[in-house]
Each structure stands twice: as structure tokens, then as C-alpha cells.
């Protein structure tokens, strides 16, 4: 057993809230023995589980003066260079900063918008020792180091359970949507920093700091989200499903790569691109302004007795009354062509309807 002649405390790690010097307690002290206290420590020694005196920062020579209380307790039975069993404990003072917490599991909420949904916070806080007896005495017990991982999780636990009931509450009381959430995470860290700060307490820390960062929805809800967003950019359903469209064939003839197949699909694709962009571009022209209206001419007999307006057959060349469906001569459908697969009016000539894009034999 080792006669201690100086104790004090090193903390390397930054992470350590109370320790015990020698960490196994099988250590003596005796009177005239030095303690260091650095700044942002105390020292307590302890006796058969008691903790009697503490010293403050600073070099400390043992004398009755320094630990009376603990002297009384053991009366030296063999004078003062007699030496004594006592535990020494270091505390840390100073704030133990980035702590990091969020929602392992996601946490049902009724949404006023969008019904039941599931959330995820995240965000960080800040500790620090506040009643280090309090500390020793409930939480450190006889183990020879405490470190802020040894209570992390049973905070983080408290965490949770408070803010989910926060946000329920304030998304309840001001009748909230999650996509009001992200405006709300001032006015939420504070509230959850004060249904925390007493469950802190009871271990003898302080809640120094608590921010919510991040309240995050489901992916699937966030890309509906994004949907909803694209269509209002677009001015609507059609404009949207349009450029979805050119954009699906973009992909496709680069992906198409170099083999005789790709180059056949990145063709099509373009044409079919060029036709798509082509009509919506007819789409968002301006409308011409509206004609101005003529005087009205008088009609003449010659007018009004004039021949009938007629069409030729495009089959025999026939001579047919402007709304005859077929040739009289030859039987050949006069109806304008169609699109098989949409059904659209198309332009004679063309290769590729202009409203789906569809080849046209």
C-alpha cells in the first residue's frame, strides 16, 4: 500500500467528471502530505464512505487545519507523521461541450396537414458538474472514475422522452405542420431545456446548454415534398410531367453508351426529346392578339351564288365537298390522320407525334 506524499489529478481526456486518487483507494496519506487542486477542481477526501472535507483549488499541505474534520473522525493513534487511510476524490468543474444527441428510433406525431407522421430531432447540449457531493453520493458511489460515456446514455434517455412530449405539445397547441417545424427550433430548445434541467439535477449536473439542430421526416415524405415543390415551380401537372419526361429521356441516351443498342436508344431519345420540347415550347408561346374586326361587306349574288367549297382526295385527285369523310370515287378516308397510340391530330409528313412522341409509320 503506497504512502502517498503528493495526491492530485491529471485529466487527459477531458472527459472525466470525478476520480479517485489512487483509483483503487489503497492508498495512505498522512499529515504533511501534499494535494494539488488545479483550477476547475475540487478535492474531498472520504472516510468509510463518508465524504468530510473538500479543498479548493490550489497546493495544500495536510494539517489539522486543512482536514479537521476528517483528522477527528480517524484520532491518530500514533501521533501526527502516523499515516491514515482516506479517499481522495477530484471533481471537474468545466463544461463538457459538443455532447450529442438524437432519436435512435423515429417518434410517431399527428401532423395537422399531413395526419400521422414519424420524426426524428437531433441536435447537441452542454454539462458540467454543479453539486459535486450530490454527484459522489448518488451517482459515483465506489467506483474509481466516472466519465461523461457513463451517464451519456441515461441522459440521453431523459432527453428523448422530454422533447418528443415538447414537440407533441407545441405542434398540438399552435395547430403546427412539420414543415413549420424548422422556424420553431429556438422557441422548442428552450422549452425542452426546461422540462430537462431538473432531471440534471437529481444526478448533481447542470444543463448548461441545449439546442434541437435537425427535426427530420421520413424520406418518402420528403420526396412527395419535392414532388408537391416541382409541380408548383412548373405552373402545374402538365409542365411538371413534361419535364419529367425530357428529363427520364436525357438520362436514357446518356446511359445509352456506345454499343449499336445505346446509340439506337439515345436516337430515339433525342428525336423524341426535340419533339417533346418543341411542343411545349408551342404551349408557352403568347396566343396571337385577336384580329381586328372588318367592315362588313356587302354580298353580291355573284357571291352568294358561287360554287360550293371543295377538297381533292389525296388517293385519286378526285374533286370532293369540303366536309365529305371519304372519296366518293375511290372510297379513301378523308378524316384527318391520327396517332395511334395517343389519338393526337398529326401533321402530314411527320415522323413522330408531337403529344406523346410515338413513331408514326
Known amino acids: 500500500m503506497p504512502l502517498l506524499d503528493i495526491v492530485e489529478f491529471v485529466d487527459s481526456t477531458g472527459k472525466t467528471l470525478a476520480a ?38 490550489g497546493r495544500h499541505t495536510l494539517t489539522s487545519n ?21 479517499d481522495v476524490y477530484f471533481v471537474s468543474l468545466h463544461q463538457h461541450t459538443d455532447l450529442k444527441w438524437g432519436t435512435p428510433q423515429p417518434i410517431p406525431m399527428r401532423d395537422a396537414q399531413f395526419g400521422m407522421v414519424r ?11 454543479a453539486e459535486p457531493r450530490r454527484l459522489l453520493t448518488a451517482v459515483v458511489g465506489t467506483r474509481g472514475r ?11 434517455s431523459s432527453i428523448i422522452a422530454r422533447v418528443a412530449d415538447v414537440i407533441a405539445e407545441r405542434m398540438r397547441e399552435r395547430q403546427l405542420s412539420v414543415l413549420d417545424l424548422a422556424t420553431e427550433y429556438d422557441e422548442l430548445s428552450e422549452m425542452a431545456y426546461e422540462a430537462l434541467k431538473d432531471d440534471f439535477a437529481a444526478l448533481g449536473l447542470q444543463l448548461t446548454r441545449f439546442y434541437i439542430n435537425t427535426i427530420s421526416v421520413p424520406e418518402e415524405l420528403e420526396r412527395r415534398l419535392d414532388q408537391v415543390g416541382g409541380v408548383a415551380a412548373f405552373g402545374g401537372m402538365g409542365d411538371y410531367t413534361r419535364f419529367k419526361a425530357a428529363e427520364a429521356l436525357q438520362d436514357a441516351a446518356r446511359t445509352g453508351g456506345d454499343s449499336a443498342v445505346g446509340a439506337g436508344i439515345g436516337l430515339g431519345a433525342g428525336m423524341n426529346l426535340g419533339a417533346l420540347m418543341g411542343q411545349a415550347l408551342q404551349q408557352q408561346a403568347p396566343a396571337p ?10 354580298k353580291t349574288p355573284a357571291a352568294t351564288s358561287g ?6 382526295c389525296p388517293q385519286c385527285g378526285a374533286a370532293m365537298p369540303a366536309n365529305a369523310k371519304f372519296c366518293s370515287e375511290c372510297g379513301t ?29
Open 66 to 86: 486543512n482536514i479537521p474534520l476528517l483528522i477527528d473522525f480517524i484520532k491518530l493513534p500514533f501521533g501526527s507523521k502516523s499515516p491514515f487511510r482516506a
Open 289 to 298: 392578339p385577336p384580329a381586328l374586326p372588318q367592315a362588313e361587306k356587302p
Open 20 to 57: 479517485r486518487v489512487p483509483p483503487d483507494g489503497n492508498g495512505e496519506l498522512r499529515l504533511g502530505s501534499q494535494c494539488i487542486v488545479r483550477e476547475g477542481q475540487l478535492a474531498f477526501f472520504a472516510r468509510d464512505g463518508r465524504f468530510l472535507d473538500m479543498l479548493i483549488p
Open 146 to 156: 466516472l466519465t461523461v460515456q457513463d451517464v451519456e446514455e441515461q441522459l440521453r
Open 307 to 312: 360554287a360550293t367549297a371543295t377538297k381533292k
Open 119 to 129: 420524426l426524428r430531432a437531433f441536435g447537441t447540449f452542454i454539462i458540467q458538474v
Open 333 to 361: 378516308s378523308l378524316l384527318p390522320a391520327t396517332c395511334p397510340q395517343c389519338g393526337h391530330a398529326v401533321t402530314p409528313g411527320a415522323k413522330f407525334c408531337i403529344e406523346c412522341g410515338a413513331a408514326l409509320k
